[in-house]
């Protein structure tokens, strides 16, 4: 089983600057599979970005990147040139090969125009 | 983009009356889960689903509560005696396989009164 930690319940930004969302993790799993989630207020679960813990390389997609630290056993955020469409609550998630996700409390961001 | 489909968005339903969520995976998606948000609060396992069988549960997963795929199309969650702590969103989502992506339908809000 794994647990998730988040320990931001809410963040701020201003509108094109920088937000990092902290995540951290523990499982007892040598291969494991990390994730962010993006929860809007229509509350549908939208995947911004994966990691796959045998990858050493960060994972990008565009805006979003992802600090893994795999000793550490974090895996932060980062969104870039926030835009108000990024305002939401931020769920970090981890899964063993069985794909059972374990979810953080979540993160709400709030961007400010 | 392919998409999981759930029905309904919204029930409202009496406590204790049964209660039944259909769920559409990806149509060549083989590992299927649902999974609970009460409000306020992390998403939560329930159950995972794989070759016409139940793969795992959850604490939560109790006997009040079943899934089947009836017709190898529809993935459907039944709470059989609705009580008020089921007031939850049920997320359904499936994935093609292992190291694959997870894809979240848009969750069925269930309000019990």
């Known amino acids: 089983a794994q647990t998730v930690t988040q320990s931001q319940p809410e963040m701020s930004v201003q509108e094109a600057e920088t937000v990092t969302l902290s995540c951290t993790y523990d499982t007892s799993e040598s291969d494991y599979y990390l994730f962010w989630y993006k929860q809007p207020p229509s509350r549908q679960m939208i995947l911004v970005i994966r990691?796959?813990?045998?990858?050493?390389q960060n994972a990008t997609e565009n805006r979003f990147s992802v600090n893994f630290q795999k000793a550490a056993k974090s895996f932060s955020l980062k969104i870039s040139d926030s835009q108000l469409g990024d305002a939401a609550m931020y769920f970090c998630?981890?899964?063993?090969?069985?794909?059972?996700?374990?979810f953080g409390a979540g993160t709400t961001v709030t961007v400010r125009a | 983009e392919p998409e999981v489909t759930q029905t309904p968005s919204h029930q409202v339903t009496q406590m204790g009356q049964e209660v039944i969520l259909r769920c559409v995976p990806i149509s060549n998606h083989l590992y299927f889960y649902w999974y609970r948000q009460i409000l306020g609060q992390k998403v939560e396992f329930l159950v995972s689903f794989y070759n016409n069988e139940i793969s795992e549960k959850s604490e939560i997963f109790d006997d009040q509560f079943s899934v089947e795929r009836p017709d190898g199309s529809n993935f459907t969650l039944k709470i059989r005696s609705t009580k008020l702590e089921d007031s939850a969103m049920y997320f359904c989502?499936?994935?093609?396989?292992?190291?694959?992506?997870?894809?979240f339908g848009e969750g069925s809000w269930l309000t019990v009164v």
């Open positions: 998630a981890c899964a063993s090969n069985d794909y059972k996700l374990s």
């Open positions: 990691q796959e813990a045998y990858k050493q």
């Open positions: 989502a499936s994935l093609t396989g292992v190291g694959n992506t997870i894809y």
